[in-house]
């Protein structure tokens, strides 16, 4: 519930729209139980072919009628009170003048009342003889053209209500996901990996529509149903309270009883939203591995565990529905059964002539069928609004059950801190250097030190689960300007070493300082507007290949974009392509082959003009002939800046100035390649199977 209210505040900014459609309501409610207060005119027209003129005229002869009555026998009783305080006090006499002194006040008390009712009479005869006509079928026709006139107006405010609430809620929604995504995107990678793509995604559409379900329900029906069965209430009370009162006891009961259903609803709802992610994440694997799933023909396995995963969630959205119906019904039952007290009790009281039932007085004046049947009818039409509220609770627990979903990732911190005050990392007419200015003034900045390593791993460890280390005790320094190649078999921590550059993990102990400052201390989007990864799955988006190029570069122009395509060797095959750079990659970039998409992301790479680069097995999807090319980009786009290469290819081992051999998360060795040639067993090894490997 906690999580759910926390989804309310995103309507709080739209609370004046909210406030609109509860006054909407508050009149479609009042106009809801005033049209069905014409049943008792329309009866009492049907029944006595009296003009309304006639009915009060004989209302109020009655009424007088009535009033001397009273009047005689407090008369009388005043009489009689006169004489008995003349007579001696004593115990009998006594009893009596008490006796009478009682009856006395309730006769004024009636008195009262009918004198009352004949005020309200002599109203309505000043009214009913202005304004109705003296025919009764003319009469009845007016009240029938009011109450179609009441509904129209009714139905203007409903949709006013329903459309603002619509809108309170589709806006509330907008800001969740907005600000959802913003949280998202903004975690750590290998949270990202924790709860997988598709359960986020499962989250950001199916829990949101819950969510957004559960706040139309509270905001249209928890507030315009009860104010409709209120209002029939309040006009039920003023035919008689105390039969009202009756209908009313079993309102607890059915509170409680919703309670429970609510319960049971919470929980059916987690398992259904539980069972949604899985199918969306069956339907991602498959439709990204597509090609997998084609050549190991496994579309029969693939169409079985989807077909168990949907009648999985069948049976669990069956649970849901079934709950969901049962709550109806109950409530439904439970109104017919308070009706029929009530109405039971009163049929007693009309039928007998009776004011008391079971010794209690239930109202002034025996009640007339018509005004019995009017009850009935208000009473009846309370059972619309309490049915529908009876779905109210069950939706509420799921847009609960939804929201703790939600909410769970919104609560989630990046454990990378962004560090917006620290230095940033910048490139000045001087070289790089840290800028201090938003700390300090006196040292503005800092700019690196020539002969100092620009990048250093102290003592770095770092695992992703407790207990099974990646990488121990690293160190390393890395100078300005020099290209690292880094080295080792397939698992010893090359990616997750060069993911600590910019950032993407921090380290567990150790530290990493660039340019003498902990990388942890400076602004991270400065840092990593500095530093360039090329991967070996290389990402494009689909969309053109100039924005592809241009990702992440603001204010990039065409004659740079062309540049920088040309200089990764680029350029030709993309005029070769049939709308040249406005053709679009296609969705994860699929239009174009792995060769070409590598080269691409390079261009994209080269454009940024970063002063650090990661180059992380990236040429390993190129022909022979294209790592050429690109062999020879990499001579002089590397020229004067910091780079990591993993690589397995001899020709890239030689344009490095030093190599690091990583084995099993240690650093076995570094040196260059004359060095290492020389002295390190490992790295002759893998130097000898690659020259086999090319010569063969
Ligand atoms: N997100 C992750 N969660 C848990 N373990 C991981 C994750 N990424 C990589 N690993 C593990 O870390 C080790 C090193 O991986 P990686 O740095 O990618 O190796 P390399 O790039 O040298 O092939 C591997 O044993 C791999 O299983
Ligand atoms: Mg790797």
């Known amino acids: ?241 105390q039969l009202t009162l009756l209908f009313l006891i079993l309102v607890p009961v059915a509170a409680f009883i919703l309670g429970k259903i609510g319960r049971l609803m919470k929980q059916a709802t987690r398992r259904l939203l539980e069972r949604m992610s899985s199918i969306y994440k069956i339907l991602q694997e498959t439709f990204q591995g597509i090609k997998l799933v084609k050549s190991y023909t496994m579309e029969p396995y693939e169409r079985r565990r989807f077909r168990a995963a949907t009648y999985d969630y069948y049976l669990k959205s069956m649970t849901v529905v079934n709950i969901d119906a049962c709550a ?112 300090t003034g006196d040292m503005p900045f800092k700019a690196h030190e020539v002969g100092k390593p620009m990048i250093e791993f102290k003592g770095v460890c770092f695992s992703y689960d407790p207990g099974r280390p990646i990488l121990s005790n690293i160190n390393l320094s890395i100078y300005e300007g020099e290209t690292i190649a880094i080295l080792g078999h397939n698992g010893s921590g090359k990616s997750t070493l060069m993911g600590m550059v910019p950032r993407f993990y921090d380290p567990d102990h150790g530290t990493i300082f660039l340019s003498g400052e902990d990388l942890r201390n400076i602004n991270l989007r400065s840092l990593r507007k500095k530093v360039s990864v090329v991967t070996q799955e290389t990402v494009l988006f689909d969309d053109t290949i100039y924005n592809n190029i241009a990702y992440g570069t603001r204010g990039a122009t065409k004659a740079s974009i062309e540049s920088a395509a040309n200089k990764a060797f680029a350029h030709d095959f993309i005029l070769n392509l049939p709308k040249g750079y406005e053709t679009m990659a296609g969705e994860s970039g699929n239009k174009l082959s792995g060769g070409q998409k590598q080269r691409i992301a390079l261009a994209r790479a080269i454009l940024r003009d970063p002063a650090i680069i990661i180059l992380d097995e990236f040429t390993s999807q190129s022909d022979p002939e294209s790592e050429v090319l690109i062999h020879k980009v990499m001579k002089e786009f590397l020229k004067g800046r910091t780079s990591f290469v993993i690589t397995h290819r001899l020709n890239t081992l030689e344009i490095a100035s030093r190599i690091v051999v990583l084995d099993a998360g240690v650093v076995a060795a570094v040196g260059t390649h004359k060095e290492l040639i020389e002295n390190c067993a490992a790295y002759q090894r893998m130097f000898e199977v690659h020259g086999k490997r090319l010569s063969a």
């Open 328 to 439: 109806g019904p109950i409530i439904e039952l439970l109104g017919v059964a308070a009706v029929v007290g009530a109405l039971l009790a009163g049929s007693f009281l009309v039928l007998k002539h009776e004011t008391m039932l079971f010794g209690m007085r239930m109202s002034q004046y025996p009640i007339e069928p018509e005004s019995l049947l009017q009850l009935y009818v208000l009473l009846a039409a309370i059972a619309d609004p309490v049915r529908k509220l009876s779905s109210v609770f069950t939706k509420i627990q799921s847009g609960c059950a939804a929201s703790d979903r939600i909410f769970f990732f919104m609560d989630k911190q990046p454990r990378v801190s962004a560090n917006c005050e620290g230095p940033a990392f910048i490139k000045t007419e001087h070289g790089l250097c840290l800028d201090y200015s938003s700390r």
């Open 1 to 241: 519930m906690k999580n759910f209210l926390r989804a309310l505040r995103y309507a709080w900014p739209y609370r004046v729209r909210l406030v609109i459609s509860i006054v909407c309501a508050v009149f479609a409610a009042i106009l809801w139980g005033l049209n069905f207060t014409s049943i008792y005119p329309v009866l009492k027209l049907l029944n006595n072919d009296q003009s309304p003129q006639q009915w009060v005229d004989s209302c109020i002869a009655n009424c007088n009628k009535d009033i001397e009555q009273i009047e005689a026998v407090s008369d009388a009783l005043n009489e009689k009170s006169k004489e008995l305080e003349k007579l001696p006090l004593n115990k009998f006499v006594e009893q009596q003048r008490r006796a009478h002194t009682h009856a006395l006040v309730k006769v004024e008390s009636k008195l009262v009342y009918a004198r009352k009712q004949m005020d309200w009479y002599l109203i309505a005869h000043k009214y009913i003889y202005a304004y109705l006509p003296r025919d009764s079928f003319t009469t009845l026709s007016y009240v029938l053209g009011f109450v179609l006139v009441g509904v129209f107006i009714k139905c203007i405010f409903e949709f006013f209500q329903e459309s603002l609430v619509g809108s309170v809620v589709n806006l509330s929604l907008y800001d969740m996901r907005n600000r959802f995504y913003r949280n998202v995107i903004h975690l750590d990678v290998d949270q990202f990996g924790e709860q997988g793509t598709s359960e986020l995604m499962a989250r950001f559409t199916n829990d949101m529509e819950s969510v957004g379900s559960g706040l139309k329900t509270l905001f249209g029906k928890v507030i315009a149903e009860p104010l409709r069965a209120i209002s029939c209430v309040i006009f039920a009370a003023c035919i008689s309270w």
